[in-house]
């Protein structure tokens, strides 16, 4: 549950330029290392979505560890737009975000100076494949020439577990007419039956499977799905400040454990933030993910995503996974 993807709330073009202003405002009074000598402040870009680091914040946790560390948080945002949070973290206005690995393994195919220090691994069950009502629809086979609401962005999520959806039947992407729709114009054109299914993730799978006469007819965990979230930091962050990358991992280490002993931390979040009850109720049976770092057993689940993205036609060729990763373990960096 806690790869939280999607925005919790539609922002408009407007309010993502103001989160810029913000951002850059707020990161202008921070910086990675003051001028003053002090201890080291932590500028993170928090995506307004139900991942560990903004569970950690709301607990106190990603702070508590930056403070055992003699570090200090300078939190911007949230965000309700992830790609404002991107923008801050490429343009060094901010240390450390969240995004999915899609968008990492992207980062790492255009050799931006982008690692991944900890990902969220679990068993896919929170994104999938969901048909409207009334949709002459009982299986996936069921989709060739049907409209699929994918989400707004080619080789995100709901088009990547589509297409593995549609790869243990046979089909390809190309046997189905995709739409991409930010994901709240897809809830809309879904409910009107604009479209005839949904491929999405997370809050909006869980809203599209509560839609009265909605039928799930894949899964992330059914079909295979690699995908995940990871928290990232920008390289020379990692190779001049690798003590903290390893407080922000002890940090989403210890807000996952509490999640497992608390479950409800997830959709307390979701419901502080507006989601249908209904939706909620759907949330609140996804896996809570673990948090793992970028070691030798990361990066082969980052492979295989990779391997996933390119059978698929997502991304040309695999990125080199070492120049995408940092390893807390290692203790020297990426």
């Known amino acids: 549950m806690t790869r939280r993807r999607t925005a919790l709330a539609a922002t408009a073009t407007a309010a993502a330029a103001l989160l810029t202003a913000c951002a850059a405002d707020g990161a ?11 201890a080291t402040t932590v500028r993170v870009a928090d995506v307004s979505t139900a991942n560990h680091l903004t569970l950690g914040r709301t607990s106190g946790l990603v702070d508590d560890a930056l403070d055992e560390a003699g570090l200090s948080a300078l939190w911007l945002g949230p965000y309700t737009v992830p790609s404002v949070a991107y923008d801050a973290l490429l343009t060094d206005q901010a240390d450390v975000t969240t995004t999915d690995a899609a968008q990492l393994l992207t980062w790492a195919a255009e050799e931006r100076d982008v690692v991944a220090f900890a990902v969220e691994t679990s068993s896919g069950d929170d994104q999938g494949v969901v048909v409207g009502p009334g949709a002459p629809v009982t299986g996936v086979a069921d989709l060739r020439g049907l409209t699929v609401a994918v989400g707004p962005t080619p080789g995100g999520v709901g088009d990547y577990v589509l297409a593995k959806a549609l790869a243990t039947v046979g089909l390809t992407s190309d046997d189905v007419q995709r739409v991409y729709l930010s994901e709240s114009d897809a809830t809309a054109e879904f409910v009107a039956g604009t479209v005839d299914a949904w491929a999405t993730a997370d809050e909006h799978f869980a809203t599209a499977q509560s839609t009265p006469g909605a039928v799930v007819v894949a899964r992330g965990d059914q079909v295979g799905s690699h995908d995940a979230t990871v928290h990232v930091v920008s390289r020379t962050f990692a190779h001049e400040h690798p003590e903290a990358v ?28 507006g989601a249908p009850g209904d939706a909620i109720k759907v949330i609140g049976t996804f896996d809570v993910p673990e948090v793992a770092p970028l070691d030798d057993a990361g990066v082969e689940r980052l492979r295989a995503f990779a391997d996933d993205l390119v059978e698929l036609g997502f991304l040309a060729v695999e990125p080199h996974m070492a120049h995408a990763v940092h390893d807390v373990t290692a203790g020297s960096g990426s």
Do not use: C, M, N
């Open 28 to 38: 202008s009074g921070g910086g990675s290392t003051p001028a003053d000598g002090t």
């Open 246 to 273: 390893r407080a922000l991992f002890d940090g989403l280490v210890a807000q996952a454990a509490a999640v497992e002993d608390k479950p409800s931390a997830i959709t307390d979040l979701y419901s502080r933030a």
